[in-house]
């Protein structure tokens, strides 16, 4: 058998570090599309433009919110329709 100087545990626990290192890096870069966003949903405004008669594609193209979202502000205040 051909010794290469370092055991496997060794090899396997570096490479786990730098894994380790290397998602930590990732999650927290503000472009990565995977990181969760901070709240950024203004429930009172959604409540007042529905209020106004608006519907909720119109509410969330307005915020740069998904429409999901939108339903979700409603449905917690009992105004969902």
Do not use: H
């Amino acid at each position: 058998m051909l010794s290469v100087g370092f055991s496997i545990s060794t090899t396997k626990e570096v490479w786990r570090r730098v894994l380790i290192k290397t998602l930590l890096r990732i999650r927290s870069d503000p472009r990565n599309p995977c990181r969760a966003r901070s709240a950024s949903i203004d429930a009172a405004r959604v409540r007042v433009m529905k209020a106004q008669g608006l519907g909720a594609t119109a509410i969330a193209e307005a915020l740069g919110i998904g429409r999901a979202s939108v339903y979700r502000v409603l449905e917690a205040d009992g105004m969902a329709n």
